[in-house]
């Protein structure tokens, strides 16, 4: 089992303390919907859901939810994809006491992205961003790599991904959202879409 220092990590709320390359901080930082942003940087994009399921929350999101320790939440993994790359491992965890009235279309989300129901509905309040270094030992950056099948592979191990989540409130309900922003990202080019 991995010691606790490499299974949590710290989230901080400026991007600087990551001292991540400067080509990733327009990426953590951006204000808005990142599902608007990758649009306006593929020609197609697309939500690959990996699964939605109950499970136990991390040890490093349970205060952040309101829980006193880790305990079953309802939990979405997605890989955002432009141009069929994925560039985005996203991770959601909603409390087991949140109701369909609090989120009334997480449960049948499917392949739609969760960032055009949350910055559509009024309801929805956004937190502030907290930021992130994810070393291999983090179980997000575990997940990320299995899912780009990166397991076992040399040098995989060494790679760092930065983070960043953030806290969405509806009625009495919270949901943490959490992005692991995977190298390709760099690699996108805007197509000057306005798809604000």
């Not at 006491?97 to 449960?107: G, I, R, V």
Request: aromatic residues 6%; glycine residues 6%; charged residues 25%.
């Amino acid at each position: 089992m991995s010691a606790p220092s490499l299974r949590q990590t710290q989230w901080r709320p400026h991007v600087l303390a990551l001292n991540a390359p400067a080509a990733f901080r327009p990426w953590l930082t951006a204000a808005g919907s990142l599902t608007a942003r990758l649009k306006a940087h593929s020609a197609q994009f697309r939500v690959q859901c990996l699964h939605q399921r109950t499970a136990r929350c991390l040890s490093d999101e349970a205060a952040a939810i309101g829980m006193h320790r880790p305990g079953r939440v309802w939990e979405r993994e997605v890989l955002l994809r432009c141009d069929n790359t994925p560039v985005v491992f996203a991770h959601t965890v909603v409390p087991m006491s949140a109701t369909a009235e609090d989120w009334p279309l997480f449960s049948a989300l499917g392949e739609r992205s969760l960032g055009t129901t949350l910055f559509g509905d009024p309801l929805v309040r956004r937190g502030v961003l907290e930021f992130a270094r994810l070393r291999e030992g983090h179980p997000l950056a575990q997940r990320a790599r299995k899912a780009l099948g990166l397991e076992g592979l040399d040098g995989a191990d060494e790679l760092l991904l930065y983070a960043r989540r953030c806290l969405y409130r509806r009625r009495r309900g919270t949901l943490l959202v959490t992005e692991v922003f995977l190298p390709s990202v760099l690699e996108l080019i805007s197509t000057n879409k306005s798809k604000q």
